[in-house]
């Protein structure tokens, strides 16, 4: 039988995860909206129909365990859309602000994926398979999506600086 602050422990992941989620629902939708590369777009918007799935299975579980859903910030979300909103306000070009948004969704998935791994381990090691199970879904979801982005900031890079400085050898003939 898990203890109590065993389960309050998980509980209150998963509300901060809940608050993190409502907060990128309304700031992937304005980040996405300058994306120029069509891939990136197409990231950011799919991203946006996870976030509902997301709340939704993390919802489940909290009112399942009798929470209620209150609504609350994110400090490591908003950290993280305020530092990629500094960086776009001095982004020179369309190909610029592509780089500083896909490291920005990079950045936000590690932070999801980190948070969903976690929180997936505690439920199984409370005996909470179900709940286990749906968290391993969102950390799924998010790390299929963390390895498109990797590809695409190696193209999204290419574009930005597309000089490709070759070094100088370091042993001369
Ligand atoms: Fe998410």
Redesign the pocket.
């Known amino acids: 039988m898990p203890t109590a602050s065993a389960i309050e422990l998980l509980l209150g992941q998963l509300e901060e995860?809940h608050h993190?989620?409502t907060q990128?629902g309304v700031s992937m939708h304005s980040l996405s909206s300058v994306a120029s590369h069509p891939g990136l777009r197409h990231m950011m918007v799919r991203?946006l129909g996870?976030?509902e799935r997301?709340?939704e299975r993390i919802a489940q579980i909290l009112t399942h365990h009798g929470r209620r859903l209150y609504p609350g910030r994110s400090v490591e979300i908003e950290a993280l859309v305020d530092a990629a909103r500094k960086r776009l306000e001095t982004a020179p070009d369309v190909e610029t602000v592509d780089l500083v948004l896909v490291i920005g969704c990079i950045r936000i998935d590690h932070y999801?994926m980190g948070s969903?791994e976690v929180a997936a381990a505690i439920a199984e090691q409370l005996g909470l398979h179900a709940e286990s199970e749906m968290l391993a879904e969102?950390l799924a979801?998010?790390d299929g999506s963390a390895e498109i982005l990797r590809k695409l900031q190696g193209e999204i890079l290419k574009l930005a600086f597309p000089t490709e400085v070759t070094p100088e050898p370091i042993f001369e003939d």
Do not use: G, M, S, V
Request: glycine share 0%.
């Open positions: 995860l993190a989620e990128l991203h996870e976030i997301q709340k999801e969903y969102c979801e998010r």
